[in-house]
């Protein structure tokens, strides 16, 4: 399903604890370069990654799953960057937590997973990242920076 600016913009404007599911602790992944930025821009980075449990990520402990994340956060988006056979379970678990939203970056996709998110009331944006959306609607003064209120 498509996204217009209007739905992302809100999205990024109304989702300021974004959980990241496979952020990793290496700092040339993708996944920790999306995560440094939108940290900078004021959104609170909740890592989730397995095999980095225990461990501090960008300044904050990473986390075993959704589920241990959300008994000391309160997580509104979920930001996946795993394969796209992985993101049903993980979808799941954003349906358990309570999280608003599913963001599949790009490369991500699973219809079935997103449907199922949708149906249990969760926005939904598959292959897209969160970093060049983010960037874009700043540019088009959709969204504010980080220097800027908002």
């Known amino acids: 399903m498509p996204h217009d600016n209007t739905s992302i913009a809100a999205l990024l404007r109304s989702c300021r604890t974004i959980a990241v599911v496979g952020l990793s602790p ?4 993708d996944s920790h370069h999306v995560a440094e930025y939108l940290q900078q821009q004021g959104y609170r980075i909740v890592p989730v990654n397995p095999m980095a449990a225990g461990q501090s990520i960008l300044g904050e402990p990473c986390w075993p799953s959704l589920t241990e994340a959300t008994r000391h956060h309160r997580i509104d988006l979920v930001d996946v960057f795993r394969n796209s056979a992985e993101v049903p379970p ?3 678990e954003a349906i358990a937590v309570g999280a608003r939203a599913l963001w599949l970056q790009l490369g991500v996709r699973h219809d079935a997973a997103a449907a199922h998110a949708r149906a249990a009331g969760l926005q939904v944006v598959q292959d897209r990242c969160t970093l060049v959306e983010h960037q874009r609607l700043v540019a088009q003064g959709a969204l504010p920076g980080a220097s800027e209120p908002g």
């Open 90 to 92: 993980i979808a799941g």
């Open 26 to 29: 290496r700092p040339e992944r």
